[in-house]
C-alpha cells in the first residue's frame, strides 16, 4: 500500500530531474558532458546499476550520448589498462562485460581509477561537442557502455529511429566515426598513455589491476 503511495511521485521527481539534466546538456553540453559521463562512468564501476540509473532518468539525447561515453571509458579503460596483468581474457570480460571487476582492486588501491575517471572526462565532451553522439535508443542503453555493446546499439537503433521520424536523412560515416571514437579508440589511447605514465610513477605497481580467478 505504501508503495503504491510513494512509487510515483517517485517516478514523477527521476523523470523530471532527468529532463532537467537533458536539457541541461542542451545548454552547456561541454560542462553537462563532463559531469554526466563522469558521473555515470563511476556509477557504472561502482555496485550499483548505472543502467538503472539511466532508464529512471530517462536520460536520452545529447545526455545518453554522454552517459554512453562515460561508461565505455571505464570498461576499455580498465580493459587495456590491465592487460598485461590479465591478457585476452581480461580484455574480453571488462571490455564488453563490466569494469564492476576491478572493484576488489580499487578498494586495495583508489589509484588505479584515476585514469578511467580521466577517460570519462574526457570522452563526454569529446561525445557532446564535437560528435553531437545522441542516445535516442532506449533509454537504459545509455548506461550500459561497451557491455555486450548495448550502447553502440543502442545508438544504432536510435539513428533509425530518428530517421523513420525524419529528424535524419541518413546514418553518415562521421556517426560511426564518431561511435567509434568515442566508444573504444580514444578511451583506449587515453588510458594505454595514462596507464603506463603511473605504472612508471609507481602509483600502480605489479599485480593491481590482476582480476582474481
Do not use: H
Request: with cysteine; aromatic share 6%.
Amino acid at each position: 500500500m505504501l508503495s503504491k503511495l510513494i512509487a510515483p511521485p517517485i517516478g514523477n521527481a527521476a523523470i523530471a530531474l532527468g529532463q532537467l539534466i537533458m536539457w541541461a546538456t542542451e545548454l552547456q553540453p561541454f560542462l553537462m558532458g563532463i559531469l554526466v559521463s563522469t558521473v555515470v562512468g563511476i556509477a557504472l564501476t561502482l555496485p550499483i546499476s548505472s543502467a538503472a540509473i539511466c532508464a529512471a532518468l530517462g536520460l536520452t539525447g545529447l545526455a545518453g550520448g554522454a552517459a554512453v561515453a562515460g561508461c565505455c571509458a571505464q570498461m576499455v579503460g580498465f580493459a587495456v589498462m590491465s592487460y598485461k596483468e590479465n591478457k585476452i581474457s581480461g580484455l574480453v570480460s571488462q571490455g564488453i562485460g563490466t569494469s564492476m571487476l576491478q572493484m576488489g582492486n580499487i578498494v586495495r588501491n583508489p589509484k588505479i581509477w584515476i585514469v578511467p575517471i580521466i577517460a570519462s572526462a574526457i570522452t563526454g565532451p569529446i561525445a557532446t561537442c564535437i560528435f553531437k553522439l545522441q542516445m535516442n535508443g532506449a533509454a537504459v542503453s545509455s548506461g550500459m557502455g561497451t557491455c555486450g555493446l548495448v550502447g553502440q546499439i543502442g545508438v544504432y537503433t536510435g539513428w533509425l529511429a530518428d530517421i523513420s521520424a525524419g529528424t535524419k536523412i541518413s546514418i553518415t560515416s562521421m556517426d560511426w566515426i564518431g561511435l567509434a571514437m568515442v566508444s573504444f579508440i580514444i578511451p583506449a589511447i587515453i588510458c594505454i598513455i595514462g596507464g603506463r605514465i603511473l605504472r612508471n610513477i609507481g602509483w600502480i605497481k605489479e599485480g593491481d589491476l590482476k582480476l582474481e580467478n
